[in-house]
Protein backbone atom coordinates (compact mmCIF):
# COMPACT_ATOMS: atom_id res chain seq x y z
CA UNK A 1 0.00 0.00 0.00
CA UNK A 2 1.31 3.62 -1.08
CA UNK A 3 1.80 6.33 1.47
CA UNK A 4 0.55 9.93 0.42
CA UNK A 5 1.51 13.50 1.61
CA UNK A 6 -0.53 16.51 0.53
CA UNK A 7 1.45 19.90 0.72
CA UNK A 8 0.02 23.41 0.11
CA UNK A 9 1.49 25.05 -3.20
CA UNK A 10 1.49 29.07 -3.39
CA UNK A 11 3.60 30.07 -6.18
CA UNK A 12 5.26 33.96 -4.78
CA UNK A 13 6.08 35.99 -7.84
CA UNK A 14 6.39 39.89 -8.06
CA UNK A 15 4.86 41.86 -11.03
CA UNK A 16 8.30 41.29 -13.16
CA UNK A 17 8.58 37.52 -12.55
CA UNK A 18 6.08 35.32 -14.72
CA UNK A 19 5.24 31.58 -15.29
CA UNK A 20 9.34 30.56 -15.51
CA UNK A 21 9.29 31.52 -11.75
CA UNK A 22 6.16 29.97 -10.68
CA UNK A 23 7.70 26.39 -12.09
CA UNK A 24 11.14 26.98 -10.69
CA UNK A 25 9.17 27.28 -7.15
CA UNK A 26 6.98 23.99 -7.97
CA UNK A 27 10.20 22.24 -8.74
CA UNK A 28 11.76 23.36 -5.78
CA UNK A 29 9.20 21.77 -3.51
CA UNK A 30 9.28 18.33 -6.00
CA UNK A 31 13.01 18.27 -5.07
CA UNK A 32 12.50 18.62 -1.38
CA UNK A 33 10.34 16.02 -1.41
CA UNK A 34 11.84 13.78 -3.72
CA UNK A 35 14.99 13.71 -1.75
CA UNK A 36 12.61 12.68 1.12
CA UNK A 37 11.76 9.40 -0.85
CA UNK A 38 8.62 11.17 -2.53
CA UNK A 39 7.51 11.03 -5.52
CA UNK A 40 5.40 13.63 -7.06
CA UNK A 41 1.77 12.23 -8.37
CA UNK A 42 0.24 16.01 -9.06
CA UNK A 43 -0.67 18.98 -8.88
CA UNK A 44 -4.36 19.20 -7.44
CA UNK A 45 -7.07 22.19 -7.03
CA UNK A 46 -9.09 21.95 -4.01
CA UNK A 47 -12.21 24.09 -3.54
CA UNK A 48 -13.70 25.14 -0.22
CA UNK A 49 -16.37 27.39 1.09
CA UNK A 50 -15.13 29.72 3.88
CA UNK A 51 -17.82 31.20 5.97
CA UNK A 52 -18.62 34.87 6.33
CA UNK A 53 -18.56 37.21 9.65
CA UNK A 54 -21.71 38.71 10.58
CA UNK A 55 -19.58 41.04 12.87
CA UNK A 56 -20.71 43.44 15.60
CA UNK A 57 -23.84 45.17 15.20
CA UNK A 58 -23.36 45.62 11.47
CA UNK A 59 -19.28 46.27 11.84
CA UNK A 60 -16.94 44.32 10.04
CA UNK A 61 -19.26 41.85 8.11
CA UNK A 62 -17.36 39.67 5.46
CA UNK A 63 -19.71 37.65 3.10
CA UNK A 64 -19.45 33.92 2.69
CA UNK A 65 -17.06 32.71 -0.37
CA UNK A 66 -15.33 30.45 -2.07
CA UNK A 67 -11.84 30.08 -2.18
CA UNK A 68 -9.42 27.36 -4.48
CA UNK A 69 -6.04 26.24 -2.99
CA UNK A 70 -3.18 24.28 -4.83
CA UNK A 71 -2.08 21.03 -3.25
CA UNK A 72 1.26 18.88 -4.17
CA UNK A 73 0.46 15.41 -4.15
CA UNK A 74 3.27 12.61 -2.89
CA UNK A 75 3.82 9.05 -2.79
CA UNK A 76 5.28 6.91 -1.03
Known amino acids: MANYTVVP ?23 HY ?3 GWEYVRLESVE ?8 CFGLGVTPSRLTSYSMAVFRQ
Open 48 to 55: TFVAGNEG
Open 34 to 36: SSH
Open 9 to 31: FVAAIDAVQGSAEAAAQLEKLIQ
